[in-house]
């Protein structure tokens, strides 16, 4: 790899681990918002767990895609160099 795919494939890691921590702090920032709803209107049927634990399983995966499964397959490595060529071939 040269110096500016290095460079440039740093960056998407970057941005992808900003853009989970990002999802990480919503996700927090609203399930506590939501139990507070739910503690405020009287302690009923802990609802708040549906969409805590939906969440948090999206936010799961989210974790694995960045951070567990982070190496790039062959198919995609095809796919990017296609998309270089017909950049090439366009001019761009």
Known sequence: ?????LYREARKRVEEKKGFFMHLAVYICVNIFLVIIWAATGDGFPWFVFPLGGWGIGILFHFLGVF?????????????????EKLKKSGR
């Open 1 to 5: 790899m040269s110096e500016e795919e």
């Open 68 to 84: 567990v499964f982070t190496q790039q397959t062959e198919w995609e490595r095809k796919a990017v160099e296609k998309e270089v």
